[in-house]
């Protein structure tokens, strides 16, 4: 299901940022985790932050490519998650998409794409980082 917007994807030089930003109009995202992955052409698509659920146990988990250079938040009052990126790689070149957890029992977010938890996706949003 795509029920999820992504924007903020563009291209920058490397050592750029980028503020990613995930929203929906069809729910409150407050109920759900948050997970953000991204696909480079040719590779698989892998996990790179997700934050959990604003109303339980709180946590956030970021990729190792991820730790030191990306920031996940919400902002409730916008019904928004955001993915800073700092110190960008052209490695980071990919699509990006987020996606909501609806697994009502889970306590920790997740960076696996596992299909039963991760029901509604975005379309994806373009990070392109080059000279």
């Known amino acids: 299901q795509l029920q999820l917007v992504e924007s903020g994807g563009g291209l920058v030089q490397p050592g750029g940022s980028l503020r990613l930003s995930c929203t929906t109009s069809?729910?409150?995202?407050?109920?759900?985790?948050i997970g953000w992955f991204r696909q480079a052409p040719g590779k698989e698509r892998e996990g790179v932050s997700c934050?959990?659920?604003?109303?339980?146990?709180?946590?956030?988990l970021y990729a190792e490519f991820a730790k030191g250079r990306f920031t996940i938040s919400r902002d409730n009052a916008k019904n928004t998650v955001y993915l800073e990126m700092n110190s960008l790689k052209p490695e980071d070149t990919g699509v990006y998409y987020c996606?909501?957890?609806?697994?009502?029992?889970?306590?920790?977010?997740?960076?696996?794409?596992?299909?039963?938890?991760?029901?509604?996706w975005g379309q994806g949003t373009q990070v392109t980082v080059s000279s």
């Open positions: 069809q729910f409150d995202l407050d109920y759900n985790s």
């Open positions: 934050i959990s659920r604003n109303w339980s146990y709180r946590n956030t």
């Open positions: 996606a909501a957890d609806w697994d009502e029992f889970a306590t920790d977010c997740t960076l696996e794409e596992d299909q039963a938890r991760y029901r509604d």
